[in-house]
């Protein structure tokens, strides 16, 4: 009668084979994360680049991070162009649109997104970054005032673009309305009406 093999023999093999298992779950993860981080960005930053050349054609400046020569391939600038597939869209953990506006305290009023983590979890945050006036510190003088709005806070996974056009759009219309109009407080007041108050901070 053939002896039984011990149950120990094959342990490994088994094991061996969850983490496999494990291994390429994780990279089918990470890849589809990167994927839709990727997608997710070259469209945000696009979006970000026509909306500066809308408020240009107002006369209003506008400057952008990352900065267009790195993102994009121009026939001629700046309206003929293509987006460059070598730029690194998926690791872009920033994007900013800033305007630059000397009048009404405007400079410095800006669209941001940031990724973060929480619990471990990647999100996506957009917010409304503006100037409230400057204070003094006994040690280290004067200080820029900054707030914040909350226009949009998600996690990867949830992230509509088509919730976030339509928030971007309603920002935008406020946004060019109070250039039109010469008034920034338009503005401001849609900021506080509509969205929930971030953080502060001097700079």
Same mark, same amino acid.
């Given at each position: 009668?053939?002896?039984?093999?011990?149950?120990?023999?094959?342990?490994?093999?088994?094991?061996?084979?969850?983490?496999?298992?494990?291994?390429?779950?994780?990279?089918?993860?990470?890849?589809?994360?990167?994927?839709?981080?990727?997608?997710?960005?070259?469209?945000?930053?696009?979006?970000?680049?026509?909306?500066?050349?809308?408020?240009?054609?107002?006369?209003?400046?506008?400057? #952008?991070?990352?900065? $267009? &020569?790195?993102?994009?391939?121009?026939? /001629?600038?700046? +309206? !003929?162009?293509?987006? =460059?597939?070598?730029?690194?869209?998926?690791?872009?953990?920033?994007?900013?649109?800033?305007?630059?506006?000397?009048?009404?305290?405007?400079?410095?009023?800006?669209?941001?997104?940031?990724?973060?983590?929480?619990?471990?979890?990647?999100?996506?945050?957009?917010?409304?970054?503006?100037?409230?006036?400057?204070?003094?510190?006994?040690?280290?003088?004067?200080?820029?005032?900054?707030?914040?709005?909350?226009?949009?806070?998600?996690?990867?996974?949830?992230?509509? #673009?088509?919730?976030? $056009? &339509?928030?971007?759009?309603?920002?935008? /219309?406020?946004? +060019? !309305?109070?250039?039109? =109009?010469?008034?920034?407080?338009?503005?401001?007041?849609?900021?506080?009406?509509?969205?929930?108050?971030?953080?502060?901070?001097?700079?």
């Amino acid at each position: 009668m053939p002896s039984k093999k011990p149950k120990s023999e094959g342990w490994f093999e088994s094991l061996d084979s969850e983490l496999e298992q494990s291994t390429r779950k994780l990279e089918r993860d990470i890849t589809e994360k990167s994927t839709q981080k990727h997608d997710m960005n070259k469209t945000v930053i696009e979006d970000f680049w026509k909306i500066l050349l809308r408020f240009e054609k107002i006369g209003i400046h506008f400057s #952008m991070e990352p900065s $267009h &020569d790195l993102f994009a391939r121009f026939e /001629k600038f700046p +309206y !003929e162009y293509e987006m =460059k597939e070598t730029f690194d869209f998926a690791n872009t953990n920033s994007i900013t649109l800033t305007d630059r506006t000397r009048d009404q305290g405007r400079t410095g009023d800006a669209l941001k997104i940031r990724y973060y983590l929480d619990d471990g979890v990647q999100h996506m945050r957009l917010v409304f970054e503006y100037c409230e006036g400057e204070h003094y510190y006994k040690y280290s003088g004067w200080k820029r005032m900054y707030s914040q709005y909350v226009l949009y806070d998600m996690p990867m996974g949830k992230v509509g #673009m088509d919730e976030l $056009h &339509d928030i971007l759009g309603s920002v935008i /219309k406020v946004w +060019y !309305e109070s250039h039109l =109009k010469r008034s920034r407080s338009i503005l401001l007041a849609y900021m506080k009406e509509t969205f929930e108050k971030g953080e502060s901070f001097a700079q």
